[in-house]
């Protein structure tokens, strides 16, 4: 278990460099300069001077490169150049936990509805329930977020007035965003606890069990259940991948102060301090996240076992 | 091939299209997707305007004498825009899938086929690919590259798309094609000495062809909705040029006014992406009925 710990700690290493790279040199493909965007309207080439000073622009490419690497570590993310140069790292802290909540009550309520959907469509296999819920599964991963968002505000707020229809002040304001986000994940959720319920209701221990003389309910609960839940753990780790670019939609449109937002407002000012942060963090968050699914993994099933074989 | 085992195969596709035309699942789908293709494709004869023509006399019409659906805020016709939109998304959705089927399998194929370095190169990248959510990827990628003239764009979205989406099909070919290189009948014809060309091309191409034909499905359904969603972002398809997503993102100041606004450009694109994942489910119920539950 721990070598295998090391090892994957190990490997998210390369793969955040190379997230870093990327993002970084892709900064310098893009069209215009990011002063343009500082200077605004006087063009005094002293200015432009030190302002492309003050932002280490003047340096060779690998070098600003490894420049942003060695401040990232120290978390200094740089100044934003849209936002009246205020430190990234500052508007990170301010606006992630937003953002944070925002997706841990959207991987709840998928999970809160997703489980028990699949598991009843799996019990009630060809069933009426079954159709039912495989039907909305389709229907769901069909609709995205930007559509749902609007026509439940159209619905829940404008029409019925139930809810606020934007803002983010209260509980009442979070209805909405995290319904629009749980929506997809609360269906891949559905689909495969189904076909992962399906699966181990067809083995030997299952048949066991029921000759043994449990009552149905009994075998689903004890035998049948973890041993389903097992593949699910690995969409719900791969939903906050999701989560995090259905916030970009999904704040932007119920104008939620978070991440997303401000990201979206960043490539729309070609603010690259921000966008490489940004890709940054999520990175880190989405191979957090699946390290922990992998080693919950290990945790609940002892047969999985992380020696030298991987 | 031997005539017998022709026989079998025609026997065997007829059976899955008869079991296709049996769902009505697919069915309707396929109907949807034949007539959108069809509308995108006769969208300047169907649609009565230009895509870009403005109306300053009927601006946020209802449906009206000369103007099917109505018009929007500036006044272009809702119907021609819904029209030229289905290009869009068809186009993308069909010709960014095709670039990354042509990838994935080549890559796929040669990382099962030829192992050792080419295998290792293959799985190490597609992880490093799957470590970032992939449309985040895209919306990063088009983003700090917002290109400035309408056909950059359109080439920018086309790349993205296709950079972020291949993986996970080289990863099935690969996967699909590492099992079928162990069975009987590829050795049989290694060991009378067929060429390695050819045993690609004759003996596993073939065999591959329905779980890529499923995936590629599945998957023209997540191009559209990638496409929709940086549109909507305002970097995807810019005007004057319409995109479902742009319409979407457009109508929200009306919301109260003029809910069809949304409501027009939201169902084509749900139907649209609906109809491919249904077809995609009802093939794989076709082509390979031991998988069906």
């Known amino acids: 278990m721990l070598p295998y710990l090391g090892k994957r700690l190990l490997l998210a290493i390369p793969t955040l460099i190379g997230v870093s790279f990327v993002t970084f040199f892709l900064g310098f493909l893009a069209p215009g300069s990011p002063i343009d965007l500082l200077m605004g309207q006087h063009g005094d080439p002293a200015v432009r001077r030190r302002l492309e000073h003050q932002y280490g622009l003047d340096l060779p490419p690998l070098q600003q490169y490894r420049r942003f690497l060695t401040n990232a570590v120290r978390g200094n993310l740089g100044y934003s150049f849209a936002n009246g140069e205020r430190p990234v790292s500052q508007m990170i802290a301010e606006q992630f936990p937003t953002t944070a909540l925002l997706a841990c009550l959207a991987i709840c309520t998928a999970m809160l509805l997703g489980l028990p959907a699949g598991l009843i469509a799996a019990i009630r296999h060809n069933g009426l329930p079954d159709r039912l819920v495989m039907s909305g599964v389709l229907l769901l991963v069909s609709t995205p977020p930007f559509v749902l968002a609007p026509l439940l505000m159209l619905l829940l707020a404008l029409r019925l007035e139930w809810l606020p229809s934007s803002g983010w002040e209260g509980p009442q304001y979070w209805v909405m965003p995290v319904l629009v986000l749980a929506a997809r994940p609360a269906a891949l959720m559905a689909r495969l606890m189904r076909s992962s319920m399906l699966d181990v209701l067809r083995q030997d221990y299952i048949r066991t069990a029921h000759a043994k003389g449990l009552t149905s309910a009994q075998v689903i609960r004890r035998h049948a259940l973890k041993n389903a839940f097992l593949p699910v753990l690995t969409v719900v780790g791969n939903s906050f991948g999701y989560l995090l670019t259905g916030s970009f939609v999904v704040e932007t449109i119920f104008g939620i102060p978070g991440i997303g937002y401000e990201s979206v407002h960043s490539i729309l000012a070609r603010d690259y301090p921000v966008i490489q942060a940004v890709a940054l963090l999520v990175a880190t968050i989405f191979i957090t996240v699946n390290l922990i699914v992998d080693l919950l993994y290990a945790l609940v099933d002892p047969r999985v076992r992380y020696e030298a074989a991987r | ?293």
């Open chain 2, 1 to 293: 091939m031997t005539a017998d085992a022709m026989h079998a195969q025609s026997a065997r596709e007829r059976s899955a299209v008869q079991r296709l035309l049996r769902n009505p699942a697919a069915v309707v789908s396929a109907s949807v997707i034949a007539a959108m293709v069809i509308g995108a494709a006769l969208a300047p004869w169907l649609a009565g305007y230009s895509y870009d023509a403005v109306d300053r006399a009927n601006v946020l019409s209802g449906p009206m004498a000369g103007h099917l659906l109505g018009t929007d805020n500036q006044g272009q016709d809702i119907w021609a825009r819904l029209l030229f939109g289905a290009r869009v998304s068809l186009a993308i959705g069909i010709i960014v899938e095709a670039i990354e089927v042509l990838i994935g399998v080549s890559l796929g194929l040669l990382a099962a086929y030829r192992g050792g370095l080419w295998d290792t190169l293959l799985m190490r990248v597609t992880d490093a690919m799957f470590a970032f959510p992939d449309l985040l990827f895209a919306i990063l990628l088009v983003g700090i590259l917002r290109p400035t003239s309408p056909f950059a764009g359109f080439l920018t979205v086309f790349v993205a798309l296709a950079l972020v989406n291949w993986p996970s099909m080289a990863r099935i070919v690969r996967g699909q094609a590492l099992a079928l290189r162990e069975k009987e009948f590829v050795e049989a014809a290694r060991a009378i000495g067929v060429p390695d060309r050819q045993i690609i091309l004759r003996h596993l191409l073939p065999n591959l062809l329905s779980p890529i034909l499923v995936a590629a499905t599945v998957d023209i359904a997540n191009v559209v909705l990638a496409e929709a969603t940086l549109s909507f972002l305002g970097i995807g398809i810019q005007p004057p040029y319409p995109s479902w997503g742009r319409m979407i993102s457009d109508s929200l100041p009306y919301l109260r006014s003029a809910p069809m606004l949304l409501v027009y450009p939201a169902a084509a694109l749900a139907m649209l992406v609906l109809s491919f994942n249904f077809l995609g489910d009802a093939l794989r119920d076709a082509l390979d009925p031991r998988l069906r539950r």
